[in-house]
């Protein structure tokens, strides 16, 4: 049917408790009349930023399976989505759904670290991995860190606007789109910049006033909204904007004070995105 919603196959972790990954990812693309499907590469009691160790459930053979049942199913996907991979052999999940549903949407956020390192639990032979994965993607999302692993620089990643600009443009070398976030320092330390670009075509920035407080998940918020939007049909530098706009709704809609690591409370925002 020609009007039936697009189809998003979300390979990324499953959190039960703390609003990150495929629990905000599935809710924000759903309110944009996108179907998510969900592949969880884990499935955890909580997200891993502060809240102890989590219980974890891991099947290495789901994926693959999972996989070959949506293609006996004749299912179709407009956009397949990456975000956390536990391991390199994921990587090679997500390159086999490239390969079984080769006209859909291709966007890869290459989680490997922020604030100058690696994510825990994440060895190095994570960085040339995530690197082919990236060379097989149509767009990429990563943040300054990973900008920097990516291309082999020194970290802890961009320290201006114009090195991060300097530094997407060489990333397009990688994959035809990219968008890094999490560019801070604009307008004097005022604001949070994301800096896209195209290969062979012109870059943009977008920024939006800095509200000086760290979430966990805001990225899957801001991944899931610009893969949304982008299906919709807006072209890349709006749905960045969309995206940016909708995260700093989130923040501002979260209390002062209310604990950082369980996240933005999504649900009181949500409508907001319904209605844009």
């Known amino acids: 049917m020609s009007n039936a919603p697009k189809t998003v196959l979300a390979i990324h972790d499953l959190p039960g408790f703390g ?52 293609h006996r199913l004749g299912l179709r996907f407009d956009c397949i989505y990456s975000g956390y991979l536990a391991d390199p052999t994921q990587a090679k999940l997500v390159e086999q759904a490239f390969e ?12 490997l670290g922020d604030s100058g390192r690696l994510y825990k639990g994440l060895g190095a032979e994570m960085v ?22 990516l291309l082999g620089d020194p970290l802890p990643g961009v320290g201006s606007a ?40 012109q870059g943009y920035f977008v920024k939006t006033p800095l509200i000086p407080r760290m979430y966990h998940g805001t990225g899957d918020i801001f991944g899931a909204v610009l893969v949304g939007r982008i299906l919709q049909g807006n072209v890349p530098q709006a749905a960045v904007q969309a995206a940016a706009a909708f995260v700093a709704d989130c923040i501002r809609m979260t209390p002062e004070g209310a604990d950082e690591r369980l996240g933005v409370w999504l649900e009181a925002a949500l409508p907001k995105l319904m209605t844009q």
């Open 19 to 70: 609003r990150a990954a495929l629990s905000v990812i599935v809710p924000v693309l759903s309110c944009l009349g996108v179907q998510a499907v969900a592949l969880p590469t884990a499935v955890l009691s909580t997200h891993t930023g502060g809240l102890g160790s989590p219980a974890k459930l891991s099947n290495p053979g789901y994926g693959p399976a999972a996989l070959a049942h949506y």
């Open 100 to 111: 079984l549903w080769p006209q859909a949407l291709k966007v890869v956020d290459p989680v």
């Open 128 to 149: 040339p991995a995530m690197y082919n994965l990236c060379s097989k993607a149509d767009l990429i999302t990563p943040n300054v860190t990973e900008a920097a692993l």
């Open 162 to 201: 114009e090195q991060a600009a300097e530094q997407t443009a060489r990333l397009t070398r990688i994959a035809p789109q990219v968008v890094v976030t999490g560019v801070t320092g604009v307008s004097g330390g005022r604001c949070i910049g994301c800096v896209g670009a195209a290969r062979g075509g």
